[in-house]
């Protein structure tokens, strides 16, 4: 098959086309720029939703209850759940879609689970290009759910429309989950467990912090919100949350042109690493500053602006 044709598959909601199409992103393909070109100019309509936070606070139970909610609006929604790659397999768990049982058979809703491969920054270097698929495929609704595993894990600001940074009570830190990093990405917070001791402790101490940051008249600021996945409750509140803030924030804002800069950054930057390996020019001016470097003839930034001059 075709990469055009691929892409026609992918927009008429082909999950099988869709798989295999984040399947090629993800392995590296060199057809994934092509296939990305035919499908960006049928993105750009969905609401992307991160949702980030410590590992047991229950994010994956609440992405199922959001995705439940937003069905029930008669939204379309594509999940892809970034899950940690083990440092000894190689492997990652990608248990969502065990999680995710009872939207199995609901063609509206695409779930797909990736490997963070190494990426530190909680989202997987390929999952820009995994939501412009789903995108394209004509999902309303991209929830993207990261690994979340500390303060560094913000990169899903990078991507998402709206962020929401899901916490618990109880976790022996309260104040760690809501410190400086957290505090600066997120749109909406939930404690989730909401049934929990503790619970309006929780949401005392992240209103306190809330109320150290001066917010101009008219600017968001971020609710929070108590939840209990196990059995949804909340979660209306929470989707009206959401909505209420892309309402005022619109897909066209500065926050999607902040975005696009920053991955056309991050895309140039793999592009110069992939030519230093393939381009025996960039290989050999790359070896020749390594040996200059290592035996003191030239410092690191002097050599770094020669192979510059090289590559141009």
């Known amino acids: 098959m075709s990469i055009q044709n691929l892409a026609a598959d992918v927009v008429a909601r082909d999950h099988r086309a869709i798989a ?4 090629l992103i993800e392995n590296e393909s060199s057809d994934a720029p092509e296939l990305i070109g035919h499908l960006f100019e049928h993105a750009g309509r969905a609401s992307l939703i991160g949702v980030t936070g410590p590992p047991g606070v229950g994010k994956s139970t609440l992405v199922d209850c959001l995705t439940t909610a937003w069905r029930s609006r008669d939204r379309t929604v594509g999940v892809i759940a970034v ?5 000894f397999s190689g492997g990652a768990l990608l248990g969502d879609r065990i999680r995710m ?8 809703v695409y779930v797909r689970s990736m490997a963070t491969r190494g990426h530190l920054g909680g989202v997987a270097t390929a999952t820009s290009d995994a939501a412009v698929v789903l995108d394209a495929a004509g999902m309303d609704i991209v929830i993207v759910e990261t690994v979340g595993v500390g303060q560094g894990q913000i990169d899903i600001a990078r991507t998402a429309d709206v962020s929401i940074v899901v916490t618990v009570p109880g976790m022996g830190d309260d104040v760690q989950a809501i410190k400086a990093g957290i505090m600066e990405i997120a749109d909406v917070f939930v404690v989730n467990k909401a049934d929990a001791a503790g619970a309006d402790r929780a949401v005392a101490e992240i209103e306190s912090a809330l109320s150290l940051r001066e917010y101009a008249p008219g600017t968001w600021r971020p609710p929070v919100l108590k ?16 909505e209420r803030f892309g309402a005022r924030h619109p897909r066209d804002s500065q926050r999607r042109q902040d975005r ?8 140039l930057l793999r592009r110069l690493a992939e030519r230093l390996d393939r381009d025996d020019n960039a290989r050999g001016a790359l070896e020749e500053a390594a040996g200059q470097v290592s035996r003191g003839e030239v410092d690191p930034y002097t050599a770094v602006t020669r192979i510059l001059e090289r590559l141009t």
């Open 101 to 108: 049982q009872s939207h199995t058979d609901d063609d509206g």
């Open 20 to 23: 295999r199409a984040i399947s």
């Open 227 to 242: 939840t209990e996945a196990t059995s949804c409750e909340g979660v209306t509140e929470l989707v009206d949350a959401v």
């Open 260 to 267: 696009a800069r920053v991955r056309l950054r991050e895309t």
């Open 83 to 87: 899950d940690p790659t083990s440092p």
